[in-house]
């Protein structure tokens, strides 16, 4: 039997990270929606859910991609907008001396040509751990991990962030910061 916040989290994701018109809603230039118009949206549009069913997907998703504001009246996810104007108003933050980065096969030849490019997203993602980036890669094909000088990259001049659920985020990593895993 599939897990049911495994669906609605992914549609969170789709109305808070890429498309909040979908269902009717704004976010402000934070990423933050209302927690109560949010809800009503959702039922609007057919996927309804309560404000406990919310806080499940919230405190149960296993990549923590949604946060609450302080006071628990607004929601937003952490990271990964496609959206161009949110600021989610994260502080720079000195990487770890390696980084790591997922991908598939299929795009090695691009990236090694050209860099890490955010594609859609406002930012690069980076993983702390080597684990996580196959899993990451594994999404879209055969797996490939990168390994990423990312303070050399932030001695040269480059900023990092830390989003709240622990991906580090850069606007892009140039090749000569990229090495395959294998070739190291």
Same mark, same amino acid.
């Given at each position: ?8 989290? *992914? ?18 230039? $934070?990423?933050? @929606? ?17 404000? $406990?069913? +919310?806080?499940?997907?919230? @405190? ?12 628990? +009246? ?5 990271? !990964? ?22 991908? $598939? ?9 050209? !860099? +890490? ?31 990423? @000088? @990312? ?5 040269? !001049? ?20 990229? *090495? ?5």
């Amino acid at each position: 039997m599939s897990d049911p916040t495994v669906g609605t989290s *992914k549609f969170l994701s789709l109305v808070l990270r890429h498309n909040p018109a979908s269902v009717g809603l704004t976010l402000d230039g $934070a990423g933050w @929606a209302d927690v109560g118009e949010l809800l009503e949206a959702l039922r609007k549009h057919g996927h309804p859910i309560d404000r $406990a069913g +919310l806080d499940v997907v919230v @405190a149960t998703n296993n990549k923590k991609r949604f946060e609450y504001s302080p006071d628990g +009246l607004k929601i937003r996810a952490c990271q !990964g907008h496609s959206i161009k104007d949110i600021d989610l108003q994260l502080e720079q933050k000195v990487p770890p001396e390696d980084l790591y980065h997922g991908t $598939a096969d299929k795009f090695l030849s691009s990236i090694l040509a050209d !860099g +890490l490019l955010p594609q859609s997203r406002q930012y690069v993602h980076l993983s702390f751990d080597t684990r996580t980036a196959i899993k990451v890669g594994q999404r879209h094909g055969k797996p490939v991990v990168l390994h990423v @000088a @990312a303070l050399q990259m932030h001695k040269d !001049g480059h900023t990092f962030y830390l989003s709240h659920n622990n991906v580090w985020l850069t606007k892009s990593v140039p090749s000569k910061y990229l *090495k395959r895993m294998d070739q190291i």
